[in-house]
């Protein structure tokens, strides 16, 4: 069906598009790569400072020369206010994302990061450790909230599942980054201690800083140029990626088969609109991602935050050799989602997610209990969390790729936000100070009952997704969620209705 052309850039009334289709109907291409390194390295910078705080922790402690004498208590608590911080900016920002667009906020945010991620290299006391960790958390929430929202908006439907998972799971790229750089940064017969800690905050400022040039290639999100009545704007960025597409795969695009939508821009949702949306309209869905969300954020942040403390603690591993066994830890988070990817678009959401979050939980129950019994030893309780988190990074990216496909488009940013800042509030922000104060009672005991809360909550929300998931694989994002700013159309047109009651169009 043809559409007819817009030719004013703000529409006086409802238009009908085929926008979605034509962005779906698109073959991987090079293009599809460049917006997949330039948006995906929000991932590895946040797996990069996370693993070096991680690292670093014997080195800034009481007595491991790096100058800041901290506890491991403060430690635990410093961790968690970068949480705190990333909740704060994914909530800020990302309402911000939703009302001026996606690219100015994920150019926006990752400056920011810059800017804060080095001032914590510059780090003196305890005090102020903490504070440029919360600014820098600051800039990785609001990365999270852009960055996931822009993603689902270029990639075809077919291949979303896969991507997002993918590009979630490159976070341990940033992990094996950090781990393999500590080898020397961190080792004191290389490196004055008090000076190798703070090099290793450069490290996420220099990826930053290269990145940022290609983000300013990247163009805004059609859909949501289009959702805001842009719609000349919108046709001029899809033409261009078609153009790109077809000169780089060196065909010519097949005519989109998908349904067009019609879209009535003077339809203000407003921050009242949004929120209905997200907490209202869809409430099963809200429950859902909130336990995606805050059971992987306690399950991670519990684990790998403080895993450090655990080698050095209960194995007496020394601080410079600590990398040895993250650097394993790591390959088996980036091969899970990598590997398994593909199969949330083919067998299902929801069935994958059920499986990938069950395994998760029985993985580190298992290992729990063999590490209170003291079965294990350094290189075996890294193979058991290697096994464990290969299908733990795969079903800790399938929640951000939930919540950033079962929504709206004029709310998918803020929803992000949302359950990104109530999940880590709820679930990760306690985690680090929590294991914390079990590693320094010293009792194996302790740290044990941490792991079985944590184990809990993986098997509670696999069974809530698999009761009330919903299965989004290779359907557009219109199919699942129907824009706000949408014209309802009769339901003989192949309309069904969501659990809100709103009619959206049938996958």
């Known amino acids: 069906m043809a559409v007819a052309a817009v030719h004013t850039n703000e529409a006086s009334g409802p238009v009908e598009t085929d926008i979605p289709a034509r962005m779906d109907r698109l073959p991987w291409s090079r293009w599809h790569w460049t917006v997949v390194i330039g948006l995906g390295i929000t991932w590895i910078l946040d797996g990069l400072e996370v693993t070096i705080v991680g690292l670093i922790a014997p080195v800034i402690t009481t007595g491991g020369g790096g100058g800041l004498d901290l506890g491991t208590g403060e430690i635990g608590f410093a961790n968690s206010m970068y949480l705190a911080g990333a909740a704060t900016g994914a909530l800020g920002l990302g309402y911000a994302t939703d009302k001026l667009g996606r690219k100015r906020l994920f150019m926006f945010s990752l400056g920011w990061y810059l800017v804060w991620t080095v001032a914590t290299a510059f780090s003196f006391n305890f005090e102020s450790f903490v504070f440029f960790r919360f600014m820098t958390g600051i800039g990785i929430g609001g990365e999270y909230a852009a960055i996931n929202s822009a993603i689902d908006e270029l990639i075809p439907a077919r291949r979303r599942g896969w991507t997002d998972l993918a590009i979630n799971g490159s976070w341990w790229v940033g992990t094996a980054i950090g781990s393999a750089a500590s080898l020397y940064l961190l080792n004191p017969s290389y490196v004055n201690p008090e000076y190798g800690w703070r090099i290793c905050f450069f490290l996420g400022a220099a990826l930053a800083i290269s990145v940022l040039f290609i983000r300013r290639n990247l163009p805004e999100s059609p859909r949501y ?81 403080t895993y450090a403390l655990v080698l050095t603690t209960f194995f007496g591993v020394t601080a410079s050799d600590v990398a040895y066994f993250i650097f394993p830890f790591a390959i088996g988070n980036v091969l899970g989602p990598i590997c398994l990817g593909h199969f949330f678009d083919s067998v299902g959401r929801r069935p994958m997610i059920f499986g990938t979050y069950m395994a998760s939980a ?68 306690a985690a680090p100070w929590l294991f914390g104060v079990l590693i320094a009672s010293g009792s194996r005991s302790q740290v044990f009952l941490g792991y079985v809360i944590g184990a809990s909550l993986m098997a509670v929300a696999a069974i809530v997704e698999l009761i009330w998931g919903v299965e989004a694989a290779r359907k557009s994002l219109e199919d699942v969620a129907r824009p706000l700013s949408a014209v309802k159309r009769k339901l003989d047109d192949n309309v069904g209705t969501d659990e809100g009651g709103a009619a959206v169009a049938a996958a």
């Open 362 to 429: 029985v993985g580190l129950l298992i290992t729990g209990w063999m590490f209170q019994q003291d079965m294990l030893s350094a290189t075996t309780m890294t193979i058991c969390w290697s096994i464990t988190f290969f299908f733990a990074s795969a079903g800790a990216s399938s929640a951000y790729l939930t919540v950033s496909e079962i929504f709206p488009i004029e709310s998918r940013a803020l929803a992000i936000a949302v359950f990104y800042a109530i999940g880590t509030a709820a679930g990760g922000w």
């Open 225 to 305: 140029l289009m959702t805001h009545g842009r719609f000349e704007e919108a046709e001029e960025v899809v033409r261009e990626i078609e153009q790109t597409v077809e000169r780089e795969t060196g065909h010519e695009l097949p005519p989109p088969s998908g349904n067009t939508i019609e879209i009535d821009p003077r339809r203000d949702v407003g921050i009242l609109g949004i929120v209905k949306s997200i907490l209202f309209t869809y409430p099963k869905r809200s429950f859902v991602g909130l336990m995606l969300m805050g059971s992987q954020a306690f399950f991670y942040n519990a684990i790998f935050f």
